[in-house]
């Protein structure tokens, strides 16, 4: 027996449905994020985004339904390599203990972990190479998301997904951070973003897969974000 | 009035003013301290009374452990249900190094191979070993619940499972040692440690009763260490899952598989 196929060049999801116990969350969802774009990911409170994220990278195995990374399906993948090439940023900026350095190493090879990669990587996350020293208790709320951010991409993935990344940042910062995610696509990055900030949506992301009542509708971000004036955000 | 008489009858005078002293301040806690007060009371005396016979019938001696043991286990597996398999947890995590290292000290002629002497021996580093899993397992079980997005952090930066919860491991087995630790180094300064005081009230020379009571003590350094140990290996495996998940624990009660 054959499952699904894709041509598609990044990740492909097909038929995905999830369940907690009774409840069901994802229905039947499909869609695709190619390398080299910005997916936003869109919908209320408790609509499944984290959800959806999770199982992209298997943290969490779906009941039904395929995820296929450059057209190989992922359940056949080994999955702390698919982890590193699909990178997950989740809601809660978590620091390891010790430097913000020994964050971005973490668990890397320390022959590969150059100064330049640290250095690029923080940059990109919009901080400057001062902080590489700095204990990763003593930062800020915005700072720890920008870590985060950093030491998905000390890991070079081939795919990025975010998870509320402009939560805990203001309107410059937010900025920033669309600006490099935009720049990463442009690199070759496939990118997937969970947010409930609809502006930030439609000026980073090509395509938006909206979420509401476990399906998915996929489209450009005017149109589906002109049908959806307001989406509540997440609990505070 | 006789020595026997005397020491009941004191006792029960102490814990009555313990009971009207919390009634007067309105703690709470006078039915408490008399329901503790009384099972103690009917526990050892039934204790008192059984191991009477067994030291009469030795070939009980073992069964007797074996109901240590279990209730020892019992005890300890409530406080990790979280996780499927406590039980059998708890009794790998007593079990094993309590009664090895009671074997080890009968078998090299360290205390005496008679029940006199198995019982209290597998007795104190039984409890010794429960007490080594209840701290490193409820620690675990806290750290499983309050620690779910640092694992899942570490899982996401390309962490095995196990690997993710090595932090929480040490945590738990750090933790659960101090209490014996601090009492091993108090040892004779601050506290006058059980097994000695029992055995000096019994009529034992101070000597004895302090090389006896080292003995226990050391003993019971690696008995607890292999307790937390295997307690922290054994909640390892319950706790991940196939394709390097990590079983998320929602609360002390129960767990979910997502």
Redesign the interface.
């Known amino acids: 027996m054959t499952g699904p196929r894709s041509d598609v060049n990044g990740l492909a999801v097909r038929g995905l449905s999830v369940a ?2 009774e409840r069901t969350v994802l229905r039947d969802v499909s869609f695709d994020v190619p390398k080299g774009t910005v997916t936003a990911l869109v919908g209320p409170s408790g609509a499944g985004k984290s959800t959806l994220l ?1 199982c992209l ?5 779906p009941q039904a339904g395929t995820i296929l990374l450059d057209g190989e399906d992922t359940a056949a993948l080994e ?3 698919l ?2 090439r699909v ?4 809601q ?1 900026p ?1 620091m ?2 010790g430097s913000v350095r020994e964050n971005l190493a ?2 890397l090879d320390t022959a590969t972990v150059t100064e330049p990669r640290l250095a690029q990587a923080l940059a990109d996350a919009g901080l400057d190479r001062t902080f590489l020293d700095r204990p990763s208790g003593e930062l800020s709320g915005g700072e720890r998301a920008r870590v ?1 951010l950093a ?2 991409l000390t ?1 070079e993935p081939e795919l990025l997904l975010l998870d509320e990344p402009t939560a805990a940042l203001d309107a410059a910062a937010s900025e920033h951070i669309g600006a490099t995610l935009r720049a990463l696509a442009r690199a070759g990055l496939g990118v997937m973003v969970a947010t409930h900030d609809l502006p930030f949506a439609a000026t980073v992301a090509e395509h938006v897969l909206m979420l509401r009542d476990g399906t998915a509708v996929v489209g450009a971000p005017a149109e589906l974000l002109a049908a959806s004036p307001s989406i509540p955000g997440p609990q505070a | 009035m006789s020595q026997p008489l005397t020491q009941i009858l004191v006792s029960a005078a102490f814990v009555l003013a313990a009971a009207w002293l919390a009634h007067r301040q309105r703690l709470g806690l006078s039915r408490s301290l008399l329901t503790a007060a009384g099972r103690a009371a009917v526990q050892l005396a039934v204790v008192g009374a059984l191991i009477a016979l067994v030291f009469r019938v030795p070939a009980l001696a073992i069964a007797f452990v074996a109901v240590m043991v279990l209730t020892a286990s019992l005890t300890a597996g409530s406080r990790i249900r979280a996780l499927p398999g406590a039980r059998r947890i708890a009794i790998g995590a007593i079990a094993l190094p309590a009664l090895g290292a009671t074997g080890v000290l009968l078998a090299v002629g360290a205390f005496a191979a008679t029940p006199r002497a198995m019982i209290p021996t597998a007795g104190i580093l039984i409890g010794g070993a429960m007490l080594a899993t209840t701290l490193t397992g409820r620690r675990l079980v806290e750290d499983l619940i309050a620690g779910v997005d640092e694992i899942e952090a570490r899982l996401a930066l390309g962490d095995r499972a196990r690997d993710a919860l090595v932090p929480l491991t040490r945590r738990a087995i750090a933790g659960a040692l101090v209490p014996l630790i601090d009492q091993t180094r108090s040892a004779g300064l601050v506290t006058l440690p059980g097994t000695f005081v029992g055995l000096v009230l019994g009529g034992a020379s101070p000597e004895t009763a302090a090389r006896i009571q080292l003995t226990v003590l050391l003993t019971l350094l690696l008995v607890q260490l292999l307790s937390a140990l295997l307690t922290a290996e054994l909640m390892t495996r319950a706790a991940t899952l196939p394709g390097e998940r990590v079983r998320v624990v929602t609360s002390p009660e129960g767990h979910r598989v997502r």
């Open positions: 907690h116990g999770r990278n298997r943290l969490l195995v999955p702390c390599t982890r590193r990178g997950l940023v989740g809660t978590v390891l203990p973490y668990g985060a030491r998905a890991r």
